[in-house]
T-cell receptor, first 118, second 110 residues
Framework: GAVVSQHPSWVICKSGTSVKIECRSLDFQATTMFWYRQFPKQSLMLMATSNEGSKATYEQGVEKDKFLINHASLTLSTLTVTSAHPEDSSFYIC??????????????FGPGTRLTVT | AQRVTQPEKLLSVFKGAPVELKCNYSYSGSPELFWYVQYSRQRLQLLLRHISRESIKGFTADLNKGETSFHLKKPFAQEEDSAMYYCALSAAGGGNKLTFGTGTQLKVEL
């Protein structure tokens, strides 16, 4: 149980285009999902917290107009990288918290999406 | 603001030797601490959390508030323990956000 999927697993796009990444909780409902960015051989950096039915909360330094987050249902959150540039190339990982486990802060992670902007 | 420090980027041990992966944190409140593991080509997964006080795959970790540490230990390393280990902290009232350390690559050699 508690499986999180991401689609696509990898994507290559041209500079200036937009890319959408999906994060789904497959067997549980998630009122909260998180989006992380991971550079090679570095730690995960939280970008934003995605809340179902409301606006995402972005971490300091993350451009909300560039990284659009939508959490339209209890099982799906999307991250859209708008007008992508080569410096946006990274590994994007989402995680989800099971709404049933209210007493736990455990997050379940997706496999990640490798974005390469040429 | 909270911070998690993992001083070792790489830890290499021989099979059967004890393992200790260090994690220190800074946070003024009462944190919840986790260890996550990432095996080669796999997703990040929870290994253990301090509130559970359990042993997973032979690993244990004790929260030491005096030393603000949450070191991960295993008495006898196995080859399958080779992976990337991340220590993470969740602050009380922080909306369940996790702050990760930079990770330690554990390599268990035969």
């Amino acid at each position: 149980g508690a499986v999180v999927s991401q689609h696509p697993s990898w994507v290559i796009c041209k500079s200036g285009t937009s890319v959408k990444i999906e994060c789904r909780s497959l067997d549980f409902q998630a009122t909260t999902m998180f989006w992380y960015r991971q550079f090679p051989k570095q730690s995960l950096m939280l970008m934003a917290t995605s809340n179902e039915g409301s606006k995402a909360t972005y971490e300091q330094g993350v451009e909300k107009d560039k990284f659009l987050i939508n959490h339209a249902s209890l099982t799906l959150s999307t991250l859209t990288v708008t007008s992508a540039h080569p410096e946006d190339s990274s590994f994007y990982i989402c995680s989800a918290r099971n709404r049933v486990g209210q007493g736990s802060n455990e997050q379940y992670f997706g496999p990640g999406t490798r974005l390469t902007v040429t | 603001a909270q911070r998690v420090t993992q001083p070792e980027k790489l830890l290499s041990v021989f099979k059967g030797a004890p393992v200790e992966l260090k994690c220190n944190y800074s946070y003024s409140g009462s944190p919840e601490l986790f260890w996550y593991v990432q095996y080669s080509r796999q997703r990040l997964q929870l290994l253990l959390r301090h509130i559970s006080r359990e042993s997973i795959k032979g690993f244990t970790a004790d929260l030491n508030k005096g030393e603000t540490s949450f070191h991960l230990k295993k008495p006898f390393a196995q080859e399958e323990d080779s992976a990337m280990y991340y220590c993470a902290l969740s602050a009380a009232g922080g909306g369940n956000k996790l702050t990760f350390g930079t990770g330690t690559q554990l390599k268990v050699e035969l």
